[in-house]
């Protein structure tokens, strides 16, 4: 790959200016030596509500091929088109930011991962729950040895989804776009899962839903268990997006042979629990610290770290957070947990 001059500002375009694209645009513009050049959305300009005199594109092919400038291109549109979208950035040699998840299936994430090969550009996946405290504090504590053997992991996602949110995003909830619960709601604790634990096997799944048959193509909950292949531990992940009301927790719990560690809050962002023998607990940074991104609430504060990352990297200064290896695993992962089991499709 190549570094860039310090001097020279760092190009962007955004394809897909919804409510994330939007959070990018603005991370961007926030961010010294980054530049927008451009965006795409398949909707009128007026409609997308970009401040400013920036081109816009209804075909992110048109884009790419009127600004040869382009140094990064962030892929921000619904998921079932992340892999061939980023593709076609790479393609025309610019560096890609994809947002969760990389793609819909193993081979489209291999294709993605191919062509980066092939031209010698950056994949960056956006998998920003890495940057919480009580999550980096909760890899160092496992990776460190400090609760010694592993024994039990349990991962539970407990999110309200109903027709607030599917009905104002026609895409959300099917199958071809959307993909399922495990790949828009909760693939960034799968990922934290796997960053934190290592790699599964041995997966058994059940799928129901119970409360989306109108809205959704999918399920709406399900209960995993499996082994690490690592830790050698039981693990377990519980999900369900038919909570009434409100979310109520996104939270992993670690029995070890030294003790038990919970992290909780709605996106698994507080520590509730910490009894280790012989440890005693550090005094963590807030979530959400108060810097220039401190105006998000909850894993979207988290964003900005994402192109400091980006910056760094492009750089030479530091490793991409999360590449595209490491996007393909969260992918191979969700799809072997549906693969175990048995997925309520329909057809609305």
Known sequence: MHYFCVMNPVRFAVIGAGHIGKRH???????DGFELVAYADVREPNQCGVEGDIPHYRNHKEML??????????????????????????????HVVIEKPMALTRADGEAVL????AKGRQVFCVMQNRY????????????????????????????????RYYGKIPWKGTLDLDGGTLFTQFSHFIDLMYWIFGDIHNIQSRFADFSH?????????????????????????????????QNFESSVTVIGEKG?????????????????????MPELPPSNPANDYGHYKGSA???????????????????ITTNALEGLKVVDIIERMYASGKRPIKQR
């Open 25 to 31: 645009i603005e991370m961007i513009r926030r961010k």
């Open 65 to 94: 091929e009127k600004h040869p400038e382009l140094d990064v291109v962030c892929v921000c549109t619904p998921n079932g088109f992340h892999s061939a979208q980023a593709i076609d950035a790479i393609q025309a040699n610019c």
């Open 114 to 117: 191919h062509a980066a090969l």
């Open 132 to 163: 919480s405290p009580p999550s980096e504090w909760l890899r160092d504590v496992i990776q460190s040895g400090t609760m010694g053997a592993i024994h039990m992991v349990q991962v539970q996602c407990y999110w309200n989804r109903d027709d």
């Open 213 to 245: 048959a109108h809205n959704t193509d999918f399920e709406d909950s399900g209960v995993i268990s499996f082994e690490f292949v690592k830790h050698n531990a039981l693990g377990m992940f519980n999900f369900s997006t038919a909570v009434a009301n």
């Open 260 to 280: 038990t560690v919970k992290v909780g809050g709605q996106y698994m962002n507080e520590v509730e629990l910490c009894n280790i023998e012989g440890y005693t």
């Open 301 to 319: 504060a988290n964003h900005g770290y994402i192109f400091d990352n980006i910056a760094e990297a492009l750089k030479g200064q530091g490793e």
